[in-house]
């Protein structure tokens, strides 16, 4: 009875909704009546399966047909990619997703060159038709080992015209540490038996390792918090354990 028209795309897990309606927007989902060639309205297409889908990283087999529609031929699939990653450019071939970055001095100066950034900002592509990947290169970078706010610009191997730009914030710390959402940098703290004396509270640790947390999703400041420390006031090395 029905012609279908529908594509397959990858989408951010923060951006997933879960709903019928965003499946039927991002799958661009068309039907048309085969006797008289006329498009079915919009209004009268429907989701049959989700598939589960939801905001967690996978594959999604999304089911889409006409209501009331009850031959099986009239049921078409695609495949619904939730990916992580901070920014998103679907172009005509290729879909390509990357991740901004925090990174320390040291970390910038032990890179052998910048196409390590490639791995290090998860940039990925995938080609539209069937979401096999594809390779992403470096077009450009603004990065430098000084502390700062940095762009990186991807693109597609095979196709250049689909990019997206990263930011890389660098901080000057010992330590750093990368979560999913957030990136932790402090720095390691030598002092004298008195200094440690005259601290009344260990949180005071916090502002003394001069711990930063950052969200990388758009690179905001988050609160950190001591989870723990073995730290006494006597001449010694100790741990202090810090989260968001």
Do not use: C, P
């Amino acid at each position: 009875e029905y012609i279908f028209d529908i594509s397959n795309y990858v989408i951010l897990k923060d951006d997933v909704k879960g709903t019928d309606a965003e499946i039927l927007k991002n799958t661009e989902a068309k039907a048309w009546y085969v006797k008289s060639g006329l498009q079915v309205d919009s209004s009268q297409l429907e989701v049959r399966s989700n598939g589960g889908y939801k905001a967690e990283v996978g594959d999604y087999t999304v089911k889409v047909s006409v209501k009331g529609a009850t031959n099986e031929k009239d049921v078409v699939s695609a495949t619904a990619k939730v990916v992580n990653g901070h920014v998103i450019e679907e172009g005509n071939e290729y879909t390509l997703v990357a991740s901004n970055l925090v990174m320390s001095v040291d970390e910038v100066n032990a890179l052998a060159n910048n196409d390590e950034l490639i791995g290090l900002s998860k940039a990925q592509a995938w080609k539209v038709t069937d979401l096999s990947a594809a390779d992403v290169k470096l077009d450009s970078t603004t990065l430098e080992a000084k502390v700062g706010t940095y762009e990186a610009v991807f693109s597609v191997k095979d196709e250049s015209a689909t990019k997206v730009t990263t930011k890389i914030q660098v901080i000057d710390k010992d330590i750093i540490e990368r979560g999913d959402n957030y990136t932790i940098g402090a720095n390691n703290i030598v002092m004298t038996v008195d200094e440690a004396k005259a601290i009344a509270d260990n949180k005071e640790l916090i502002t003394l390792s001069d711990a930063q947390a950052i969200k990388q999703k758009d690179m905001s400041a988050g609160k950190v918090n001591l989870d723990s420390t073995t730290f006494k006031a006597e001449a010694g090395t100790y741990e202090a354990v810090l989260s968001v």
